[in-house]
């Protein structure tokens, strides 16, 4: 799809009035600011439009979520925006995301810089994805899979995201995640509770919380309580 003049005013208005008005609880205002900048800047420029039905051309550039089928939404800026920052992503840094749906968040972290490899468990939405961020030229790398178990064979992750709720988290992407690595994700089922769980040198794990968000459910047979080490 065409990423237009129009398109592209859009986009910018939509991201000065995220800047403006998107504040992320249990972050130092002045550091989130800069990181808010960041990210923006990532989002400007990738095309959302082209992520979503034809359908909702015309609302693309609102801060709203979308069905993109099999039960799944493409997130609401203003979240992706949120743990984005939460992320911290830095160049050059090799990150997990859990849940690549339409595969816009994947791009944002592209486009600041980070080394994606992204996990899906829905066949139809894999494919469909997986497809669209190759005609994109994207360097994104996809799994087919489920997100409990992560994608060991690349391991280890500076950042794991996931974006989808996980009242549970399995043990498998806590041993993804490298010593002094970051993980968030959306705690709880419908209604979740942002959380950033930072890993020590020891494996010691701390978490902070940021507010809550909606999200689909994250799916899998096989999970273990997320609040089993502190």
Known sequence: MEDTFRH???RKKMVEELQARVEI?????????????????AIERVPRHCFIDT????????DRA?????????????????QTVLLDVRPNEKILEVGTGSGYQAMVLECMGAQVYTIERQKEVYLRTKKLLQD??????????????GV???APFDKILITCAAPEISVALLNQLKPGGRLVVPVGQD???MTCIFKHADGRLTRSRHGHYRFVPMLSRTHVPLYGKE
């Not at 359908?55 to 609102?62: E, I, N, R, T």
């Not at 799944?72 to 949120?82: D, H």
């Not at 994109?136 to 178990?149: A, I, K, N």
């Open 152 to 154: 060991p064979e690349e």
């Open 136 to 149: 994109m030229s994207s360097l994104v790398r996809t799994y087919f899979g489920d997100g409990y178990q």
């Open 25 to 41: 609880e249990g972050l130092d205002r002045q550091q989130a600011e800069e990181k808010k900048r960041l990210v923006c800047r």
């Open 191 to 193: 209604e979740c509770e």
């Open 8 to 10: 592209k005013g859009l």
């Open 66 to 82: 979308f069905p993109i089928g099999d039960g799944q939404t493409i997130s609401q800026p203003s979240t992706v925006l949120a």
């Open 55 to 62: 359908v909702f051309d015309s609302f693309a550039y609102q």
